[in-house]
């Protein structure tokens, strides 16, 4: 399968429209991806959102023989995965978040190569600097935990990532976790190339399309026309909470903004979070992609600045110089998007009432989760089992909550 769309960042992103544009044929995929046993054959599934996660749920169940109809109010990926920063890694301490990282990165292995979208192998390394105790604390336990779990993560001190990591300035480094399983991609060609597969599958995708969602039986409303489904999944990202508050559904979800950039430089490897400088930084095909200037309150997907703030680009390349001093980043492009939190930090993924489902509040993990989670939801709609920690029923959608970023410790 050939897939062809943006590249890897809002300004080269150019959403996807017509399954027509993304060339290929999506037997190619599905031969490396073989369908578990289950049988959707008759069941008639509306999917509302075509960003990653909504786009891999029509793909698993399309090729499980469900009738599938992908909406997106805009284009593929054309909302919060389109500007991820396409950062996947399996550095999760507990169940079942370290499981499903896992699953998503054998699958990101998996699925990737040259006709389809990259999926390029690089370390994670997560580091606390000196004086910072109740982080390096925190990185030491979830270290411990994660190999308690099987995940391949090792724990070093400052010289030792020095030796590992050339490019990392590590003489103020307190303690630093290493992940194997990680590595990074383009969001909008994985989104497109799954929508891509969906269609390839005989799922249909219908972009330009506001849908507003119904219940008790399970609706979508299109352009004025109704149409009785056998489920809905709303993974509409920012905007799916007031989807189901619409539909008399509410869910405990709220959007938050970040910020992030891409800057020309020299950096080979690794992927690294600073935690006590909250910032992140990765290789990307113009040099690196860097991100912070999260904003702890609730934000309208509909009326959120797109840009980044005037004085972000310059507060953020200063950091990520001063942690990676060879890398002499000059600013190409900065944006912001939306990220979804929940009061307790976990997504809301399953069945919300008789025939609704949701998948959202990944606090800024969502693109590197969907693999694993777009397959979970769509064997839960054909009757498997759930995510029970992450049954969104957990929360009667009332609740106050303060937002919290996604990557603290």
Known sequence: MTCETGGDGPAELSAVDDPAEMDGDPTELSAVDDPAEMDGDGLEVAVVGAGAVGA?????LARRGAAVTLYDREGVASGASGRSAGV??????????????????????????????????CPYVWLAREGDDRRAAAIREDVERMQAEGVVAVEVDGPAL????????TDDVAVAGIAGAAGHTD???????LAAAATGSDASLETGSAVTVRTDPPRV????????VDAVLVAAGAHTGRLLAEAD???????YRTQALTASATLPEPICYDATGGFYVRP????????????????????????????FPAMLLDRVTERCPDANPELQEAWAGLCTAT?????LVGRRREGVYVATGFQGHGLMRAPAIGERIAEEILGGPGIEAFDPRRFSGEESFEIREGMAL
């Open 56 to 60: 891999t749920a029509a793909y698993d």
């Open 88 to 121: 996947c890694y399996a550095a999760f301490a507990g169940r079942p978040d370290a499981e499903l990282a896992g699953e998503s990165i054998e699958r990101f292995r998996r699925l990737s190569g040259e006709e389809t979208f990259p999926f390029v192998e």
């Open 162 to 169: 020095g030796d590992r990591f050339p490019a990392l300035r």
């Open 187 to 193: 969001p909008a060609r994985y989104t497109a190339c």
């Open 221 to 228: 409303v299109v352009d004025g026309d109704e149409r009785t």
């Open 249 to 255: 559904a509410p869910i405990a979800v709220k959007p």
């Open 284 to 311: 990307h095909p113009a040099g690196l992609l860097a991100g912070d200037g999260t904003e702890e309150v609730a934000a309208d997907p509909d009326g959120y600045e797109r840009g980044a703030d005037p004085e």
């Open 343 to 347: 009061p307790d930090g976990d997504p």
